[in-house]
């Protein structure tokens, strides 16, 4: 199947660290997909990514497409206590209606 | 604010209950989804619904039942459910579940289900 490996599984840090999450994947996507949800609310697109090798910047985020469509990473710098959540990698699933598949998430906390 | 909105927020449901979860979106998306997310877990895939159509269940136990009156809508309808099923179900829709779609997915806020 198509699966998402992410790490790492939590993350504890301090306000004004930078931070950095990774998924990888034995599929090639064609899309890959960041999200964050926050406690008792769905998911939150932060960044889609379409090409290889893509970079791609939201505010103080930044992900990147592997070049071999297999991986990308999600950084954010300077970080705020509001960064608290977890954060999901997302490929769509060709067999399953291109439905997404998600990574198992990165658990961020943020100590003032 | 998503543009997806869900109803109820919560849920509290005996196991001979029969209820629903809705689901409305405006943006002219033609796919919409049911996931289901147990804590600490990443959201599961249970149904797509493309043009109206079923177009996958994940092998979904019956007592589940979708149904999408028309391209805005999507209801999933609650039977005989069990204490296991307590979750938080996540509508997602999308700009129309095929090929040729960016697979950017629009989720609500959620409902969350407790069944006793």
């Known amino acids: 199947g198509q699966q998402l490996n992410q790490s790492p599984q939590s993350m504890f840090i301090q306000e004004g660290e930078d931070v950095s999450m990774n998924c990888t994947s034995s599929?090639?996507?064609?899309?890959w997909l960041w999200y964050k949800q926050d406690p008792g609310e769905g998911p939150v697109l932060l960044i889609a990514?379409?090409?290889?090798?893509e970079l791609t910047s939201n505010g103080r985020l930044t992900a990147q497409f592997g070049i071999t469509r297999k991986d990308s990473f999600l950084n954010i710098s300077a970080s705020i206590p509001s960064d608290v959540g977890i954060y999901f990698c997302?490929?769509?699933?060709?067999?399953?209606?291109?439905?997404?598949?998600f990574g198992k998430g990165t658990s961020l906390l943020v100590t003032p | 604010d998503t543009e997806v909105t869900q109803t109820p927020k919560h849920l509290v449901m005996g196991m001979t209950n029969k209820k629903s979860l809705k689901c409305e979106q405006h943006?002219?998306?033609?796919?919409m989804y049911w996931y289901k997310q147990k804590a600490k877990k990443p959201p599961e895939l249970m149904f797509v619904?493309?043009?109206?159509?079923?177009?996958i269940n994940e092998s979904v136990p019956s007592r589940f039942s979708p149904e999408c009156p028309n391209s805005s809508l999507l209801n999933l309808h609650l039977h005989a459910l069990q204490p296991e099923d307590s979750a938080l179900y996540l509508c997602?829709?999308?700009?129309?579940?095929?090929?040729?779609?960016?697979?950017?997915?629009?989720f609500g806020e959620g409902s969350r289900l407790t069944v006793l």
């Open positions: 997602a829709s999308s700009r129309d579940g095929t090929g040729e779609d960016t697979g950017e997915l629009f």
């Open positions: 599929s090639i996507f064609n899309t």
């Open positions: 990514l379409y090409k290889a090798g």
């Open positions: 943006m002219g998306h033609r796919a």
């Open positions: 619904y493309s043009y109206e159509k079923l177009s």
């Open positions: 997302a490929g769509p699933n060709s067999n399953s209606g291109y439905a997404l598949n």
